[in-house]
């Protein structure tokens, strides 16, 4: 089993490449395709307006960051064609925020928080979410100031480490015999300022 320390280092590495991946803007609007759905280089090209060729580089670059995967090959007028997918839901820790470029901010939060929800609707159209009582969603509003809400931040993160220490626990029991059934989970934490205006809706 890997230790925290590993952990930790592949969850930095990962939200390093994925910080690389939303520094330009056509990579940034490729992947968010991809975390749509599979799709070859040429259906984004069209898709997104760009050029294949000049896609192309931002694709690869993508693949070799790990933050898509080949998902199926199939030939199509004489050549072949490779077709991707998004490896992950995205997350950025706080500290690698400011690698990201300001104006893919926006967009990069409405992919997080649209995954979500969409796992959400996902889950309560599949008869899961509430079936039992298993499940824990709800807001917690909060009054603090900037040490406290460093402090939050920090506590959110640290549960993010919990959940993958919790997935290697599984991954130890199964591979003993002694883990039950598989259950696909989505753990997922939001912790951040609002505004005045926000707290009337």
């Known amino acids: 089993m890997a230790t925290k320390t590993e952990r930790q280092r592949r969850a930095q590495k990962r ?3 994925l910080a690389k991946a939303m520094s330009h803007k056509d990579r940034a609007d490729a992947l968010k395709v991809f975390s749509e759905r599979t799709a070859s280089t040429n259906e984004v090209a069209d898709e997104l307006g760009l050029d294949v060729r000049k896609l192309g580089y931002h694709v690869r ?3 070799e960051l790990g933050c898509i995967e080949v998902v ?3 030939r199509v007028r004489g050549a072949v064609e490779t077709f991707y997918c998004a490896t992950a839901m ?3 820790y706080s500290d690698d925020w400011d690698e990201i470029p300001e104006d893919r901010r926006p967009a990069l939060i409405g992919e997080f928080t649209q995954a979500i929800i969409d796992n959400v609707v996902c889950s309560v159209n599949a008869g899961v979410l509430g079936k039992d009582g298993d499940f824990w969603i709800g807001p917690t509003p909060v009054v603090t100031d900037r040490q406290g809400l460093k402090k939050l931040v920090a506590f959110h993160e640290a549960l993010n480490e919990k959940a993958l220490e919790v997935q290697a626990d599984y991954a130890e029991r199964k591979a003993n015999g002694e883990a039950g059934e598989p259950i696909d989970i989505v753990s997922a934490q939001a912790c951040f300022p609002t505004s005045p205006l926000s707290k009337k809706h």
């Open 72 to 74: 199926d090959t199939q």
């Open 15 to 17: 939200e390093q490449n």
């Open 61 to 63: 670059k993508l693949h």
């Open 90 to 92: 995205p997350i950025v």
